[in-house]
């Protein structure tokens, strides 16, 4: 099927002939999900770069969020000299830009200079293992993901100004389905749609969600990588869009105190020769589902403990998990029930399992690529799920709770077994090194909740 917004080379010439298109942009995303990378002359990009790629300072797998390098990763270290990676665009990833001027962009995976082997600890290659491994097994796993962000009146530059706080929310009450506050946003978050529908993702919808200001814009599903990549656009293409604006986004977690968190929804289905292989003969609450729709579940729950820092990747993420939020709070699954983890909604070919516990901080390629490999063990293992479960979820105080924080996360994560087998060591020591760094600096941070409570009562 032809997606509008998508190029090949031949197009992309073309356009660049006719003097629609200048600049190419060539990125990646590092460990955090940020996308990082070049912007090629259209001319060069045609003539060289779309064959020999370019390269790029492999610190960018191992820098914080301030770009400073730190050390205690085995992948780049001062040691090592900080060398070199390549970066080799994959061109079924090349799309105009439309919410940039005179614009293309296109998806690089990352290989050792050397071997041109993958570079096995960056985001896009960890998930593509897996999707891999969905085919070895005779399935193409599809997806999709629901992004959820806040929309502020201020523009970034003036948000760091004020220090982050006293921001001009874009609703002023809870604008839940809200068409009155999308009519008042439409100016951003219709131009976003737009943008997005000539830029080779194609959109579904958009609505307010429960926080003031907050706001949610649905893209089709489609084969995981191809979902994951359009996710990563999507991200950037709002916030440089809000840019353009003069207003600003947050994909941060949990933003706001007295606020909803932010989610990332992840549905996810197996299909096989075209047909839904989750659908089946087995009744199972009520649903029609296969032996591998039980056994994908029953392995997507029970390793959901061990991939947690893949889902909550920041100290911020762990404070939206609250009762009666919706943000799950308990390990269960249940028919079209926003308290449990897991909601079973669809039927026939639309039937899936969707994941309540990413937050919109998550990196979509590592997210992904956490449930594949979880569910894809609960297949080879036959791994059965508990029984479906019936009402409020919050309530249950017997079921399993997520993890409580980032670093009970990261510690469940260097001892997993199974993520160690699935992922590799080195993915599991590079991504718990990452969370470190992420524990390491916020307990070195004096914040402003600190300043209220302490600053004159202590």
């Known amino acids: ?103 293309a962009f296109v998806i690089c ?76 946003v439409d100016s951003y978050v219709g131009a976003a749609r737009r943008h997005l529908r000539h830029s080779g993702v194609p959109v579904e919808n958009s609505k307010g969600e429960f926080g003031r200001g907050q706001h949610e814009l649905n893209v089709r599903y489609a084969e995981i990588m191809t979902m994951a990549d359009r996710h990563v656009v999507l991200k950037q293409c709002l916030k440089e869009t809000a840019d353009s604006q003069g207003v600003s986004v947050t994909f941060m977690a949990k933003p706001h105190t007295d606020e909803a968190g932010s989610s990332c929804h992840v549905h996810f289905s197996l299909w096989r020769d075209g047909t839904n292989a989750f659908v089946g003969e087995h009744d199972m609450g009520g649903f029609s589902v296969s032996d591998e729709f039980r056994w994908f579940l029953g392995g997507w729950m029970r390793y959901v403990d061990d991939v947690m820092a893949f889902y909550a990747p920041t100290v911020n993420s762990y404070k939206r998990y609250q009762d009666a939020s919706w943000a799950p709070t308990r390990v269960a699954w249940a028919r079209d029930n926003r308290t449990a983890g897991f909601r079973v909604v669809g039927h026939g070919s639309s039937l899936r399992i969707e994941c309540r516990i990413p937050g919109a901080d998550t990196n979509p390629y590592l997210a992904f ?19 479906m479960f019936v009402g409020d979820v919050y309530s249950a105080t017997d079921l399993p709770k997520v993890a409580g924080s980032l670093a009970e996360a990261a510690e469940r994560l260097r001892a997993s077994d199974f993520a160690r087998s699935e992922l590799g060591d080195d993915v599991i020591d590079h991504y718990t090194r990452a969370a470190e760094v992420e524990i390491e600096a916020a307990s070195r941070a004096v914040t402003d909740w600190e300043r209220a409570r302490y600053f004159e009562r202590i």
């Open 109 to 184: 995976d990352l290989v050792h200079t050397d071997t041109h082997e993958p570079i096995s600890v960056a985001p896009r290659s960890v998930l593509k293992r897996q999707a891999d491994r969905a085919v070895a097994l005779g399935f193409e796993a599809m997806a999709a993901s629901e992004l959820e962000f806040f929309l502020y009146g201020d523009s970034y530059r003036d948000v760091h100004d004020k220090r982050y706080v006293g921001l001009s929310h874009a609703g002023w009450y809870v604008e839940d389905y809200h068409v009155l506050q999308g009519t008042r």
């Open 1 to 103: 099927m032809t997606v509008e917004g998508m190029l090949d080379l031949e197009q992309l010439a073309a356009l660049h002939t006719a003097d629609e298109v200048d600049t190419v942009v060539v990125g990646f995303t590092d460990h955090y999900g940020r996308l990082m990378g070049k912007r090629f002359d259209a001319g060069f990009f045609i003539e060289v770069g779309a064959v020999g790629g370019t390269h790029g300072c492999d610190y960018l797998l191992t820098v914080d969020m301030e770009m400073e390098p730190v050390p205690g990763y085995q992948f780049a270290n001062w040691q090592l000299g900080y060398g070199d990676f390549h970066l080799v665009p994959d061109l079924a990833t090349l799309r105009r830009a439309a919410w940039l001027p005179r614009s």
């Open 369 to 387: 690529a956490a449930s594949l490999a979880a569910g894809l063990t609960g297949i080879e293992e036959k791994i059965e799920p508990p029984e």
